[in-house]
């Protein structure tokens, strides 16, 4: 599989897309609403697709300022003509690698990233520069939470042929380790269909 996604979405092969929001995303918005998260915050949504995290987060969080950041400007325009959440949704074409931050809206960092389809469609040997490109967009302190696939194959996707590409909890710890303290971790109770016990949920810190 090539990672053209402006032809999958022009061709509508976009198996990732379940037409809802991350099931241990909406588990997590219930957790934040718990615990007193500052709601009043920039989250950057890399991958977003056609926004179901975006507008999920917006909803709960109508004080948030979310920007969902997508190469493919068919799953953008897919993500505008849903109409607003009541929250500030906001969306932008571009490559998280070689964004900087005065290309985000207002030209200012991000105090949290939502991570959910975006680690795992990129190369593994990618991997590092991402955790560069979050930690470089992210304010002293800034978070970066998300779900990560473990073992994604089924009949869509099989190893070697191409994304999502799976990783493993001690894998995560290497790549974020250096740059990022780990503040909790565990296997989600609620995931799509089929993926039961093949993602892994992180919340991270940056450090320094």
């Known amino acids: 599989m090539d990672t053209d996604w ?3 979405y022009l061709e509508g ?3 990732w897309d379940k037409g809802e929001a991350s099931p241990p995303l909406r588990d997590l918005l219930t957790r934040w609403s718990e615990e007193g ?3 009043r915050q920039r989250v950057l949504v890399p991958g977003c697709g056609t926004g179901h995290d975006v ?3 917006a909803r709960a969080w109508p004080e948030a300022e979310v920007i969902g950041l997508d190469l493919s400007p068919t799953a953008l325009a897919a993500a505008r003509k849903v109409p607003a959440t009541g929250g500030k949704d ?3 074409e571009g490559d ?3 964004l900087a931050p005065e290309d985000l809206p207002g030209g200012k960092l991000v105090d949290l990233v939502w991570e959910h389809t975006c680690f795992c469609a990129i190369e593994p040997s990618m991997r590092a520069a991402y955790v560069r490109a979050v930690a470089g967009l ?3 302190g800034g978070g970066l939470w998300g779900v990560f696939y473990l073992d994604p194959y089924d009949d869509e996707h099989q190893p070697g042929a191409g994304p999502p590409h799976g990783t493993s909890v001690g894998e995560l ?3 974020f380790v250096d740059r990022f303290e780990i503040l909790d971790e565990w296997s989600p109770p609620h995931t799509y269909p089929g993926r039961e016990g093949r993602e892994w949920v992180m919340r991270l810190r940056l450090s320094g």
């Open 13 to 15: 092969h976009t198996p």
């Open 6 to 8: 402006e032809s999958h």
């Open 138 to 140: 992210l304010v002293p």
């Open 96 to 98: 998280l690698f070689t």
């Open 37 to 39: 998260a500052d709601k």
């Open 90 to 92: 906001d969306y932008l």
């Open 55 to 57: 507008r999920a987060i």
């Open 173 to 175: 710890h290497d790549h």
